[in-house]
């Protein structure tokens, strides 16, 4: 039910209040996105990479996200959620190095008790 996310959040970024202004807003009809939310459809990858694009969203983890939901059989399941998690890792370890990055290239290391001494 990821799709139904995407739609809340959507909705929530652009202001909307009900299914169907998302349904005009993305021009779909009202039908298409109450099949979304009730889980007999998905959106397409085009259109999560829009809604991604729209919602400030990282689009390779939406996309993943989303490939992990159509997933059929359990183990093609179980390899997505491996790929979801890996990434998400990973994407975690980037950002803690860019914020250290960027507090050392911040940081006044002259009244440091090494820098005084060399």
Same mark, same amino acid.
């Given at each position: 039910? =990821?799709?139904?996310?995407?739609?809340?959040? =959507?909705?929530?970024?652009?202001?909307?209040? #009900?299914?169907?202004?998302?349904?005009?807003?993305?021009?779909?009809?009202? #039908?298409?996105?109450?099949?979304?939310?009730?889980?007999?459809?998905?959106? @397409?990858?085009? #259109?999560?990479? =829009?809604?991604?694009?729209?919602?400030?969203?990282?689009?390779?983890?939406?996309?993943? @996200?989303?490939?992990?939901?159509?997933?059929?059989?359990?183990?093609?399941?179980?390899?997505?959620?491996?790929?979801?998690?890996?990434?998400?890792?990973?994407?975690?370890?980037?950002?803690?190095?860019?914020?250290?990055?960027?507090?050392?290239?911040?940081?006044?290391?002259?009244?440091?008790?090494?820098?005084?001494?060399?």
């Amino acid at each position: 039910m =990821y799709s139904k996310q995407l739609i809340d959040k =959507y909705k929530a970024v652009k202001k909307l209040n #009900t299914d169907s202004e998302v349904a005009k807003s993305m021009n779909f009809s009202k #039908t298409h996105i109450s099949e979304i939310k009730r889980g007999v459809r998905e959106f @397409t990858d085009e #259109t999560a990479i =829009y809604i991604a694009k729209e919602c400030g969203l990282d689009v390779d983890l939406v996309l993943v @996200t989303l490939a992990m939901e159509r997933a059929k059989t359990k183990e093609s399941k179980s390899a997505w959620q491996h790929l979801v998690k890996k990434f998400s890792e990973q994407r975690y370890a980037v950002q803690s190095l860019f914020v250290a990055g960027f507090a050392l290239f911040f940081t006044d290391f002259s009244n440091c008790a090494l820098c005084i001494l060399c």
